[in-house]
């Protein structure tokens, strides 16, 4: 079985400049979730996804980040004007069921970001 | 508010030598808690969790964790540690009423001297 992926792995961009970071859940998983850790900081929680409708977005720090899951399959995140602030790892993990949340989320490499 | 704290950001062991990552947590409810670990390059891979069920967890790898109510506890431990055990570890928790996602503790290292 094909585990979490994530796309690209590592990403350099400019300020102000736009990225799309992709992943691809474990196929038959309805639950999809975005992390990321600033350096120095914890893994911090993002935003749960049940197939395409948003179930959770808490975490998004700001409107410049965008999370889409079409067709239910994979995600994206678009990060629209990149900041500084912005650089770190964004993790995504799936999960099979949404009713139980301690169901054990399956986590992809993750992507590193660099804003400079 | 609940969390998890990990008092140790570093920990190094020498290898077959016993492995302890201290992780507490703040919680009013009997929390969900797990352990990750993370190795480099590698997406986090769940070690353990508990759930209400036996309060001693047993994990892959040898490893486990003990849920001490009493204490606020959720200690990672591993008889003998082997070279592979490098990596990054997490004590996570779900938060009851709040977020979907996980909570996460900033994490430990654990060092295996040779």
């Known amino acids: 079985e094909a585990g979490v992926t994530q796309f690209p792995s590592h990403s350099v961009i400019e300020k102000g400049q736009t990225v799309t970071l992709r992943c691809d859940p474990i196929?038959?998983?309805?639950?999809l979730y975005w992390y990321r850790r600033v350096m120095g900081k914890e893994i911090k929680f993002l935003l749960h996804?049940?197939?395409?409708?948003?179930?959770?977005e808490s975490g998004m720090p700001n409107n410049r980040f965008l999370a889409e899951r079409t067709g239910g399959t994979y995600s994206t995140l678009k990060v629209q004007p990149a900041e500084l602030e912005d650089s770190g790892v964004y993790f995504c993990?799936?999960?099979?069921?949404?009713?139980?949340?301690?169901?054990?989320?399956?986590f992809g490499p993750g992507t590193r970001l660099t804003v400079t | 508010a609940q969390s998890v704290t990990q008092l140790d950001s570093h920990v190094s062991v020498s290898e077959g030598t016993p492995v302890l990552l201290r992780c507490n947590y703040s919680?009013?409810?009997?929390?969900?808690l797990f352990w990750y670990v993370q190795h480099p390059n590698k997406g986090l891979q769940l070690l353990l969790k508990?759930?209400?069920?036996?309060?001693l967890v047993k994990g892959i790898n040898g490893f486990e964790a003990e849920f001490k109510k009493s204490e606020t506890s959720f200690h990672l431990t591993k008889p003998s540690a082997h070279m592979s055990d490098a990596a990054e570890y997490f004590c996570?928790?779900?938060?009851?009423?709040?977020?979907?996602?996980?909570?996460f503790g900033k994490g430990t290292h654990l060092i295996i001297q040779p």
């Open positions: 196929s038959g998983h309805d639950n």
């Open positions: 919680s009013s409810y009997s929390p969900s």
């Open positions: 996804f049940v197939k395409e409708s948003k179930q959770d």
């Open positions: 996570v928790v779900i938060l009851e009423g709040g977020a979907d996602g996980l909570t």
């Open positions: 993990a799936s999960s099979h069921s949404s009713r139980d949340r301690g169901y054990e989320q399956y």
């Open positions: 508990y759930t209400s069920a036996a309060t």
